[in-house]
């Protein structure tokens, strides 16, 4: 049973660069579509970005000059980076998988979530 | 700013019949199949329903989706307590190419 897991820190100063990897376990790394997913305090769900087990990335247009999502197949991870981060980028940030059967854009598995605070 | 629009509460007594709207446009739930989410009270969201219309293992058949023009639809029948959640809406949008949810609609029974 695949399973995701996020990792990063948990607080940051305004105009760092956020680093979370996310870990697959249970599967490989090397299909699918690998998503980043986040979700202010008490909002909705807002879509960052993915990457393709090929290395190619589509990325949200709100938030594509600061995004970079990257893929290590060696580790089984893929980790995501959101540089100048402000008070708005504090979120609960998701990984998840699409691309299975049930879909291209269909978010089948998800990690628990890693809430990020962006505090001075 | 979500590009989807769905109403930001609904509810329904046990065993009720409960509908949840999504409303987008020709870029989005139009051109491309709908997926909706799950999310209980401090979980990740969970997948619900793809392709519009299909059910994944272990989903019970009280949920189901739809799709007319440019809006979707939710519907849970035989409301129970442990439907109590946030539901949202997805879809690929052609304009913006990339993925955009809906507002979240938060399920109460009652």
């Known amino acids: 049973q695949v399973q995701l897991q996020e990792s990063g820190p948990g607080l940051m100063k305004p105009s760092e660069t956020l680093s979370l990897t996310c870990t697959v376990s249970?599967?490989?790394?090397?299909?699918?579509?690998w998503t980043w997913i986040r979700q202010p305090p008490g909002r909705g769900l807002e879509w960052i970005g993915y990457i393709y087990y090929t290395g190619s990335t589509t990325y949200n247009p709100s938030l594509k000059s600061r995004v970079t999502i990257s893929l290590d197949t060696s580790k089984n991870q893929f980790s995501l980076k959101l540089s100048s981060v402000t008070a708005a980028d504090t979120a609960v940030y998701y990984c998840?998988?699409?691309?299975?059967?049930?879909?291209?854009?269909?978010?089948?598995?998800w990690g628990q979530g890693t809430m990020v605070t962006v505090s001075s | 700013q979500s590009v989807l629009t769905q109403p930001p509460s609904a509810s329904g007594t046990p065993g009720q019949r409960v509908t949840i709207s999504c409303s987008g446009s020709?870029?989005?739930?139009?051109?491309?199949?709908v997926n909706w989410y799950q999310q209980l009270p401090g979980t990740a969201p969970k997948l619900l329903i793809y392709s519009t219309n299909q059910r994944p293992s272990g989903v019970p058949d009280r949920f189901s989706g739809s799709k007319s023009g440019t809006s979707a639809s939710l519907a849970i029948s035989g409301l129970q307590s442990e439907d109590e959640a946030d539901y949202y809406c997805?879809?690929?949008?052609?304009?913006?190419?990339?993925?955009?949810f809906g507002t979240g609609t938060k399920v109460t029974v009652l």
């Open positions: 020709s870029s989005n739930i139009g051109g491309n199949s």
């Open positions: 997805a879809a690929w949008d052609d304009s913006l190419h990339g993925n955009v």
């Open positions: 249970g599967g490989s790394i090397s299909t699918y579509y």
């Open positions: 998840a998988r699409a691309g299975s059967s049930l879909g291209a854009n269909a978010f089948d598995i």
